[in-house]
């Protein structure tokens, strides 16, 4: 059936990003991709310091392979790449949460949710939100939220747009779970307004610009139906050069006087009449 082979796919890609995640859960490991091609399964592997997973002379991606050829997978092609901006990508955000709560400890948690929240708007994105949950100060758990700029809790985008990571902070005192939810900049809101001013300054900047392009395009086309005459003046200069040619040589054949004239025909002479 081609249902369970599609089910066992991803199962397959399932298991994959599991291990990645359990190997490089503390070097700023963001996530993975997996993608199919004929020569065999390429992952790419995503994070903000990509040397500590490459590792010295590459030893990290080369007992990756090794134990993903384990897993079922045949002829793993591992790739690493760097994120642009770090902030903005909830699991490296929770990462360093938990960094933070393992050398300062529970007692300054709410230090540690207010600077995670500013330095994730600082980098630009719309809205933040980091939950702690645990013995966080006292005996018993709580759960406390600090929320920093504009975030949905419903609709398509809070499910689509929003991205969301959850990491585990094993302390002393008991554990902590930390979650971040971070909506990301240049995502239109479908209540987003666009003023009447802002409108007509883009409508003349896209018409300047269409007026550029407009005279590009008269110019270049000027250009060809030059071109094109000048091509058709010299084929009609070589048309009239040939048959100038082979008016000269017929001109010349008419000029030349035949070589084998007629010669006039002798007149018969009477016959003597014979004597007897």
């Not at 045949?74 to 490296?92: G, K, R, T, Y």
Request: aromatic share 6%.
């Amino acid at each position: 059936m081609i249902e369970r082979k599609f089910i066992k796919e991803r199962l397959n890609d399932y298991k994959v990003q599991n291990f990645l995640f359990k190997n490089f859960e503390k070097s700023s490991y963001s996530h993975s991709t997996i993608q199919k091609t004929p020569l065999g399964d390429k992952i790419v592997i995503f994070s903000s310091r990509p040397g500590m997973i490459v590792g010295r002379g590459g030893e990290n991606l080369k007992k990756i392979t090794q134990n993903l050829k384990d897993l079922g997978i045949q002829n793993p092609q591992v790739d690493v790449q760097e994120i642009d901006n770090a902030m903005l990508d909830p699991s490296i955000v929770a990462e360093k949460a938990v960094e933070m709560f393992v050398k300062m400890g529970t007692n300054r948690f709410k230090f540690i949710g207010h600077n995670i929240c500013e330095k994730v708007l600082e980098a630009g994105a719309k809205g933040v939100q980091v939950t702690v949950a645990g013995r966080v100060p006292a005996a018993r758990a709580k759960m406390w939220k600090f929320i920093m700029g504009f975030l949905p809790k419903c609709g398509s985008i809070a499910y689509t747009k929003v991205l969301e990571s959850f990491r585990i902070a094993n302390l002393k005192t008991g554990v902590v779970g930390i979650r971040i939810k971070i909506l990301p900049p240049n995502i239109r809101m479908p209540d987003d307004i666009i003023l009447l001013d802002e409108v007509k300054e883009e409508s003349k900047n896209i018409k300047a610009d269409v007026k550029k392009e407009d005279k590009l395009i008269i110019a270049m086309e000027k250009e060809e139906k030059a071109e094109k005459e000048k091509e058709i003046k010299a084929e009609k200069i070589e048309e009239k050069v040939k048959i100038e040619k082979i008016e000269e040589k017929a001109e010349k054949k008419d000029e030349k006087p035949n070589k084998e004239e007629k010669k006039p025909a002798k007149k018969a002479e009477p016959k003597k009449a014979e004597k007897k």
